[in-house]
């Protein structure tokens, strides 16, 4: 009951993607390549 109460405090609703993990059709179109290129440049 105890995880269950804070489960449905920290999950958002079904219309709503959690702020760390936004949905995938949330995501600009070449954001992923960008973001893979970012970490190419960073990585030794």
Do not use: E
């Given at each position: ?17 959690p ?26």
């Amino acid at each position: 009951a105890t995880s269950a109460g804070a489960a449905s405090r920290w999950t958002p609703g079904p219309d709503l993607a959690p702020p760390d993990l936004p949905a995938p059709t949330a995501i600009p179109p070449g954001a992923q390549d960008a973001v893979r290129a970012y970490f190419d440049r960073s990585s030794p």
